[in-house]
């Protein structure tokens, strides 16, 4: 999807003749031509951070130094699996009698033994699970319900922000290894 989208931020950083010098195609100015302007932006903005999450994404996700398509796709479902199990994790602690649904009595009882705080918060996520509005949240809707939470805290626009990192792919050979990353951001650095 960000392939499609035209940068114009970071070649404005390059020096003049920078970008125009196309005789050859170096796969370096390729990559930062083709980056989303967001992505861009963040990278001019704080390369170092951006750098220490990319090699943390590829040390923590990778195999041996480098990252693929595969491995970041799985890191974006693990994520969302991890936003979803703690989305759940106090709604099914009020499931007293374990049948998947949380009622209204249930989540009043827990809500009992709580701070104010989390009170609050656990009757908004109560509601918020119970589309139906009938005052049960069922397992049906406590799925949609984190599934909606995993959607909106790692949105499609963070997975594409992610999926940049595949850009970096200076060599063609499908992973973007740890010495790519440092290349590209020593000349984003450079130009900053
Ligand atoms: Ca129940
Ligand atoms: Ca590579």
Redesign the pocket.
């Known amino acids: 999807m960000w392939r499609g989208l035209i940068l114009t931020g970071l070649l404005a950083v390059a020096p003049p003749g920078f970008a125009q010098d196309s005789g050859v195609a170096d796969p370096l100015l390729s990559v930062l031509s083709t980056l989303p302007q967001a992505t861009a932006k963040r990278l001019r903005q704080a390369p170092e951070r951006m750098q220490a999450e990319t090699l943390a994404l590829i040390h923590g996700y990778g195999t041996n130094g480098?990252i693929g398509a595969e491995e970041l796709e799985r890191f974006i479902a693990l994520e969302r699996a991890a936003i979803r199990a703690r989305t759940l994790r106090p709604l099914l602690e009020a499931d007293l009698d374990n049948d998947g649904s949380v009622s209204g009595d249930e989540v009043r009882a827990l809500a009992a033994t709580l701070s104010a705080e989390a009170r609050g918060r656990l009757m908004l996520a109560h509601a918020a699970a119970d589309a139906g509005r009938d005052g049960t949240a069922d397992a049906g809707e406590l799925r949609s319900h984190a599934a909606s939470e995993a959607q909106e805290k790692l949105s499609e626009a963070d997975a594409a922000a992610l999926r940049v990192i595949l850009a970096?792919?200076?060599?063609?050979?499908?992973?973007?290894?740890l010495a790519?990353v440092g290349r590209i951001m020593a000349q984003l650095m450079q130009d900053a």
């Open positions: 480098s970096f792919d200076l060599d063609g050979d499908g992973r973007t290894d790519e």
